[in-house]
């Protein structure tokens, strides 16, 4: 199916955010917007070393300095705070314990080691100074291959070999089908490890209260899950402890997981019975928030002449920093599982090892686990059709998964089930709308007119909306795969919406309201959204993944089908009528036929006063709701780019980009324009700008600040070209998929295809990202010396 007949008035309208009026005009309320009366601030001193045993803290000076409060070392909370524990543990994991600050050994440039709270930050950050730390540095290693390598330094006793995960997936025989093979190609690919960027750093402010209550204000992409980890990491009663998640400037996956910061901002404010707060600094999220990706990957692929993949052989290490985050176990696993792509590879056989360095810890970052696997199976595809000299589109079309297999398991897979797709229609979409042929006509005349330009392609899928509950435990998830909804309609037949997914960004109050306004069929500006308070709303999972739609809409989309079942019984009963003679149009109950009509707000307004209701209704509308899908959704596309590589400097011109994404039914196609946009710009800084880097020998930080770490500016950006597809997924009752992740899933590949294919005259086949002027003029000017690559 190509596309998709949207029967109501709201779902498929592009209706522009509701939430944006109150942004532009600077009324948004961020957490470090929020001042409470005396409140100390929270200042984190943070080690220096990558790897080293502390052999002692000085701390009396800055406990003497002006406004300090407290000053605190890691051996001062030893057994008053409870270690960070990961909520995602693979079977068979090593889980090495983290203390919320270090007592005798750092493990990373970054990690906690001593605290300052004081009357005011600047108070608190001149105390820092005051500390003295002494250290006996231990050799450190950054690099995952280099850290299972024999003789390398060990991070834990616990974890041999710096290996906390040992995990094979595969089908068929990849043996037989590499005999079988016309040729066997062999790759070593890098996914360069990234900071996840956001508008808004981390930041925390814990307000007692009354009973030994505590608020905690808290940036959080899952604020019910936050409140459950504080809670049990603390020693705090759940009960007594609120997380309000206010407005949000971007999360991205890193603002998912439990950080030491928050943990101290809690446990602190009890103590002490005042409001305390941390903010983090730029530079001081560089090394304190969760870092991206960092994956090396190894590749060997049998195919015939014609083409077609027979089979592929995959390792992948893993990089996970100097601890297991929240989620870090998963992510490698992921780009295992999912490294076949879009392509009918039926004899599989891969590994993932989760490997642990002298590093920032990684964790989920836009896509985790997605992007990998795409660049994986896509540079793999790449590779065989240049090695081939065969047209890489039509390579493509010869190993597509046909329409006709899906529900699809990739290589027999138990666990991994694409529900629906159509790979081929997304790329006839894509080529059409990027003109290939005339393009490719275009390249050739400028080539020889000495200049280079070249087109990149790259189809995608994933999956995403992580369920059902039960499956997520057999999977080593400490968290179920539901999400919640309430709907209450008051007496004037007004709506407010409570539910457990969480904005940042995503504009959940426009396409949340559109959802239920279709069920309801009433305006969306009749309809109030509640998210981010953990005692408004009365359970969540939050918001990543993108299971906002699949998941929580679909929740909102059942919980307001409830409420007009029983208004329809209450308006039956109103109009003396059996309620299945009642249709519902247009906000009314009507007798079909007969022009009797009954408004949904006089309904509403009978369901409170209660004089006239059936027997056995209780009074009121007000349905609460935990959805739990079927399964999972699996989202895809084709994306083009056409760039220009200017050769005697480097630079690379992004002259066109297309994207065309099939992510289910879409509900605002404004919205979902806005996320392939967002996810592409992402996905371009990857594979030209942004890369992570530390010293080999010292683990130190090289890009400690956006002075070092580049991002990518508007004004390097192309004009981003969106359609979609709608191939309605048979998971959930809205035939959503999710679509937040998929342009950083596309991007990567598509732009360095494009590079490639530019710098091909040269006889450059690889580069790994990300793909610098200084790494493409480097590159070039080899070449030209005749030094062997």
């Known amino acids: 199916m190509t596309e998709a007949v949207h029967p109501t008035p709201n779902i498929g309208r592009p ?11 600077g009324k948004g ?50 057994r008053k705070i409870g270690n960070i524990k990961p909520n995602w543990v693979i079977p068979g994991t090593v889980v090495p314990d983290r203390p919320v600050m270090a007592v005798d050994r750092v493990r990373f440039v970054g990690e906690c080691v001593a605290l300052v709270l004081a009357e005011t930050r600047e108070a608190a950050w001149d105390a820092l100074e005051l500390i003295d730390v002494a250290y006996e540095a231990l050799p450190a290693v ?32 990849y043996a037989a089908a590499a005999r079988q093979a016309d040729q066997v190609l062999r790759l070593r690919l890098v996914n360069n490890r990234l900071i996840p960027t956001c508008l808004e750093t981390r930041a925390v402010l814990a307000e007692p209260g009354v009973d030994d209550g505590l608020t905690l204000y808290l940036p959080s992409q899952v604020p019910h899950m936050h409140r459950r980890w504080i809670a049990e990491t603390v020693g705090i009663p759940e009960h007594r402890l609120r997380i309000v998640a206010p407005d949000i400037g971007g999360g991205f996956g890193a603002k998912m997981h439990l950080y030491p910061e928050e943990l101290l901002c809690a446990w602190l404010a009890r103590e002490l019975k005042s409001p305390v707060k941390w903010w983090e600094s730029r530079s001081e999220s560089h090394q304190a928030t969760s870092h991206g990706r960092a994956h090396t990957e190894l590749i060997e692929v049998a195919f015939r002449n014609d083409g077609r993949i027979l089979g592929m052989k995959l390792e992948t290490l893993g990089n996970v920093g100097a601890y297991l985050s929240n989620m870090a176990s998963g992510g490698p696993t992921m780009s295992v599982s999912y490294g076949t792509g879009t392509y009918k590879i039926e004899n599989f056989e891969a590994v993932a090892k989760v490997i642990l360095t002298n590093t920032v810890p990684v964790d989920a970052y836009r896509g985790y686990g997605r992007p990998e696997a795409a660049y994986i199976a896509e540079r793999t595809i790449e590779a065989v059709a240049h090695h081939l000299d065969l047209d890489a589109v039509e390579v493509r079309r010869i190993n597509f998964v046909p329409q006709s297999d899906f529900p699809y398991r990739p290589y027999g897979s138990g666990s991994v089930i694409y529900d629906s797709g159509d790979y081929q229609s997304c790329l006839d979409k894509a080529v059409i709308a990027f003109d290939y042929t005339g393009r490719r006509e275009e390249q050739e005349r400028l080539r020889s007119a000495g200049r280079y330009r070249g087109i990149g392609v790259a189809a995608y899928t994933e999956m ?45 109050v426009t396409a949340l309201a559109q959802i239920a306004a279709d069920v309801l069929q009433m305006p969306v500006e009749n309809i109030d959204v509640v998210q981010g308070d953990t005692k408004q709303v ?46 519902y149009e247009g906000g009314s109950f009507v007798v079909p036929g007969t022009g009797v009509a009954l408004a949904f707000a006089k309904v509403a307004r009978m369901a409170y006063v209660g004089h006239v209701l059936p027997k056995g209704i209780e009074p009121g509308l007000d349905e609460t709701l935990f959805y739990d899908p079927t399964g ?48 592409v710009v992402q996905g371009i800084g990857q594979a030209l700008y942004e890369e992570v880097c530390y010293d080999r020998d010292s683990g130190q930080l090289l890009t400690g600040s956006l002075l070092d770490y580049a991002v990518p500016h508007a004004d390097s950006l192309p004009n981003i070209r969106t359609q979609f597809q709608e191939t309605p997924s048979p998971t959930n009752p809205l035939g959503v998929k999710g679509i937040g992740e ?32 200084q790494k493409i003029w480097a590159a070039i000017q080899a070449v030209r010396r005749g030094a062997p690559r």
């Open 632 to 679: 999972m959704g699996a989202p895809s596309g084709v994306h083009i780019a056409y760039v220009e590589v200017d050769p005697d400097t480097g630079m690379v011109e992004i002259l066109d980009y297309v994207a065309v994404d099939d992510a289910g039914v879409i509900i605002n196609p404004l919205l979902a324009t806005g996320q392939i946009h967002g996810g």
């Open 142 to 173: 950054i690099n995952e291959e280099a850290a299972i390598a024999e003789g390398a330094p060990q991070l834990h006793e616990n974890v041999p070999n710096n290996i906390t995960t040992y995990f094979k997936t595969g089908g068929g025989d």
């Open 464 to 508: 995403c909306g992580m369920a059902p509950s039960r499956r997520l435990a057999a999977n080593g998830f400490d968290r179920g795969g539901w999400e919640s909804a309430r709907i209450a309609i008051d007496s004037s037949g007004r709506a407010t919406l409570y539910s457990g997914s969480m904005s940042q960004g995503h504009g959940h």
């Open 29 to 78: 309320r961020y957490v470090d917007d929020i001042r409470l009366p005396g409140t100390l601030h929270l200042a984190i001193l943070r080690s220096v070393q990558a790897h080293a045993v502390i052999t002692g803290i000085d701390v009396s000076s800055a406990r003497a300095a002006p406004g300090v409060r407290l000053v605190l070392a890691g051996a001062d909370l030893s």
């Open 15 to 25: 209706l522009r955010r509701r939430e944006d009026h109150k942004f532009l005009t």
């Open 538 to 583: 009365q359970a969540g999972h939050g918001t990543f993944n993108s299971r906002s739609m699949p998941v929580g809409g679909s929740g909102v989309h059942v919980c307001a089908g409830r409420i007009v079942e029983k208004a329809k019984k209450i308006a039956a009963e109103m109009m003396e009528v059996a309620a299945e003679d009642l249709a």
């Open 742 to 773: 998929s342009g950083s899933i596309g991007a990567p590949p598509t732009i360095v295809h494009a590079v490639l294919d530019a710098l091909a005259p040269f006889g450059i086949t690889h580069l790994d990202m990300p793909l610098t002027p």
